[in-house]
């Protein structure tokens, strides 16, 4: 058995239907639900909310807990380059959440594009629960059990409209610094991991 991480996210969205997206800033990564990682002795819902205002800057409500989604090599991925053994597997948290306001209430700490984006018109390049997650929020199911195998990063589409301001609080340059605690295996404040971590696997 590999070691275990917890992480959380949320499908977000806004009074358009559209949900929010987020994408690392350098090289060609996928866009992801935003979330982030547990603290210590912190709950998955304090802590989707903790990191989703950090990531993005909106503060939003959890409606419910769309279902649990685990990722795991399955004994069939080779490590990474620069890796010598198996990733560990992640077991995500997926939220249901919408914005609680028309603007963000704060700005984002982290460096990734956001871009508001049509369910029935998400990106090539996404993480491989977003799009899964995604349908199954917009469906209305709740209590969801997924296992899911990693699959390699797929070069990164052209931005979407989103991306390029098309949305509320689209942010179309990188935050300062790393992405908070959104995410990043190490700690709290950097998000420059590679695309095979499991910030960037949501």
Do not use: K
């Amino acid at each position: 058995m590999s070691a275990l991480t917890w992480a959380v996210a949320a499908v977000v969205s806004d009074d358009a239907g559209r949900v929010l997206l987020c994408r690392q800033g350098r090289g060609e990564r996928r866009w992801a639900l935003p979330g982030g990682r547990l603290r210590r002795e912190e709950s998955p819902a304090a802590a989707v909310l903790r990191n989703i205002r950090t990531e993005t800057g909106w503060d939003v409500q959890i409606v419910d807990l769309v279902g649990l989604y685990r990722l795991s090599d399955r004994g069939t991925a080779p490590p990474p380059a620069g890796r010598c053994g198996p990733l560990p597997d992640v077991l995500v948290h997926v939220f249901r959440a919408r914005v609680t306001a028309g603007t963000p209430s704060a700005d984002p700490t982290g460096g990734c594009h956001l871009g508001w984006h049509a369910p029935a018109d998400l990106p090539d390049a996404v993480t491989p629960i977003t799009r899964t997650a995604v349908t199954d929020a917009l469906a209305g199911r709740s209590g969801v059990l997924r296992d899911a195998g990693r699959e390699p990063a797929r070069p990164a589409t052209a931005p979407s409209v989103g991306e390029s301001g098309g949305g509320p609080g689209a942010t179309p340059g990188a935050g300062p610094g790393g992405r908070g605690a959104s995410g990043d295996p190490v700690a709290p404040g950097q998000r420059a991991e590679p695309d095979d971590s499991p910030a960037a696997r949501r």
